[in-house]
């Protein structure tokens, strides 16, 4: 789409922190029991043109013999948006002093009335994902619970002033900390890890979260959209150096009645991926997710990363054929940072595993894998590469089902507060990064219990396509997510999953999608629930509404985004949305209308619309009308039963 920023936009660059003179850097630390702030003389400043709409800065200079401090800004020419990050280095030959409270970013952003808005994130309950607006009168912290990056708070959230606002968000794929206080004419901003007080050893480097910035003139919604798409043309993945399209995923849930994939073999995956391709399903991605590893139906046994070959005696490699010859991504699930006892890793690398005790005095089963640790880190890059090389993986799907925040704890020292979180974080995306470059076209999905780890600089190497373990088939419940997905993280998937009774109440039993279950999934990408043995209505149905879902999901991903309800979580609401491309007049608004909703007649009045005719067609094709842009403004109503859902394609005339 051609670009929105204006001028105005660009003039917010100076309320935003950008880069002016080393000694000017919003970052802040403590060292030696000193205060500090930007980067004093003498520093070196290198500044070097990434494209024709970036610009990086380099400050690089030494607070004592043995500390050097690296900042790196960038400042995107495209869009009115700043990033920060740093990096700490001891380049002596003894420990640091001690360095404490490093903020990345420490400073005031200058607006009238500011408000903060923000977000719990996913709790891995019910209640997650909700938001939350504060007028900035008081201080307020941000922080997630554990040691994941958004369990309890979100990483992403927007401080709203008069007439403009500022989109924040925060890379760490760990526990980071967000303060904002009034200050004169505006709000305070201090950001960084959560725990960090330590001395740095010979030789080691520890780094900052990643914090970036977007300014924007007008409203929310403005605002929302100008985030989409900078995330669209900065941070989401390419996939051979195109856009991600939609893509739609099946699988052999709990085949043979086993939990999870423990039951998968080389013959039922094949068999199942003919099945569906006989009955005119053709998946875009073909899932394999936890249990393909020795682990005896147990899945969460892990710590062996190979296949298992009384299951698969020739590995992985000919369903990866298979899929390959058929046009088909192999996504193959790993969670390599937990270890059970009795694994390989276990077993032959005790030293590179962090135990932790339980409160009621008995050893945690899980154990976290130090990827701090470079020869660790090396020995599963090297591993899980060869898996993936001998399997034809095409996506790399990556889970982490605990928290690791007591396990960095109970093994650091007392001069070593956040350490090995830092280096663990480290290691992280050095592991995904040897990956990425190993493997030409591998693409992520990141998975922690659900969303619990989709902060920034996470996703720059990855989508989220199990944004969250609540609700696959709650329908109001999923809805509420996507409003927040669609709006901060706009790739991800969902399943039809359909748990409601006829009664209307939501239980946890698996009931055959229906046509209702597939309208309340459009999401960028889908997982089709429906079994590769269903009967042909069953076929018939998931082919239909593929077609229909792939369509708005071309959509989602090529407009603007324009919420049409407000999400309450409730089975009595109506749930409305539209995505719009104002550079072809095109687009389409979804009606669903909730199991128990009494309402009957919902008006849509839609957004952005420029004058002119507009030619409206059904989901399923079998109606049009064409209709006026002052009467979409304005709103037109459709009647809708219970537990019921249309979706309306339009293009101007």
Known sequence: MKSIVTSADMALMNRIFRYDSPEKLPIYYEYGGHAYRGVQEPCRVCREALDANMVRYTVCGRVDESLELRVEITEYGDFAATEFLAFFSNCGNAETKRLRNVRIVDGPIEGEDAALIH????????????????????????????GTSCNGAFPYFRIMAKNFGVNIAVGWPAAWIAEIEPATGGAHISIGQARFDMVLRPGETMRTPRVNFLAFAGDETRGMNLWRRWYFAHILPRENGKPLPPKYCLHTFNVGGHPEFTGIT???????????????????????????????????????????????PNGLAPIGEKCDSEGIQLLLWFEPERVREGTELAIAHPEWLLRRTKADGTRDENSLLNLGDRACCDWVIDRVDSIIKEGHVRVYRQDFNFSPREHWIQNEAENRIGALENLHVQGYLRYWDALIARNPGLWVDSCASGGRRNDLETMRRAVPLHYTDVGYGNHPI???????????????????????????????????????????????????????????????????MRKIWRKAAERMLDGDYYPLTECRKSNEDFYAMQFHNPDTGSGFFQILSNTCNRKRVFTAKLRAIDDGVYALTAGDGESRMVVDAKRLREGISFELPRRSSVIWFYEKA
């Not at 875009?284 to 299951?311: E, F, M």
């Not at 239980?507 to 009967?535: C, I, K, Q, V, W």
């Open 119 to 146: 977000g719990n994130g996913d709790t891995c309950r019910e209640d997650g994902y909700e938001w939350f607006r504060d007028a900035v009168d008081e201080k307020m912290t941000l922080t997630p619970v554990d």
């Open 266 to 312: 080389t013959e039922n995956q094949i068999s199942g991926i003919d099945d569906y391709l006989n009955a005119g399903l053709r998946p875009d991605i073909w899932w394999i997710d936890a249990g393909w590893y020795p682990c005896d139906y147990d899945w969460p046994k892990i710590g062996t990363w190979k296949p298992d070959t009384a299951r698969l």
């Open 478 to 544: 999923k809805q509420k997510q996507h409003r927040e997905m669609f709006e901060w993280i706009p790739y991800f998937r969902a399943h039809n999953m359909r748990w409601d009774n006829p009664d209307g109440s939501y239980g946890r039993e698996n009931h055959a999608p229906d046509e209702f279950a597939y309208y309340a999934a459009m999401a960028p990408s889908l997982t089709d629930m429906t079994e590769h043995d269903a009967p042909k209505e069953a076929m018939t149905l998931a082919i239909r």
